[in-house]
C-alpha cells in the first residue's frame, strides 16, 4: 500500500495585538487591514491546494489603554473572525 502524503501546511501566526484602530502613519489599516491579510493568506494556501493553520500566541486582551475600559472584551470579536485555530490566552 502506498504512503498517503499530507497536503503542505502554510501557518500563519501572531501575538501582542491590543490596538484595532486605524492610523495614518504604518501600522496603518487596524484590525480590518490584519483580518483581511489574513484572509488573503488563507485564500492562497487554498489556490495551491495547501492546508492553513492560524495560530495565536497570546497577548490580546491586555495592556491597552482600551483594555483598562473593556477588560478584553472589544478583542473577542476580532479574534472570531481571524478564526483562529489554536491560541495561547498569555505568553507571559
Known sequence: ???????PLRIVHFNDVYDL??????????????AHAVACLRADADAAGEACLTLFSGDALSPSLLSTVTKGAHMIPV????????ACLGNH
Open 21 to 34: 484602530e486605524s492610523r495614518a502613519a504604518e501600522p496603518a489599516g487596524g484590525a480590518a487591514r490584519f
Open 79 to 86: 479574534l472570531n473572525e481571524l478564526r483562529v485555530d489554536g
Open 1 to 7: 500500500m502506498a504512503a498517503r502524503l499530507l497536503p
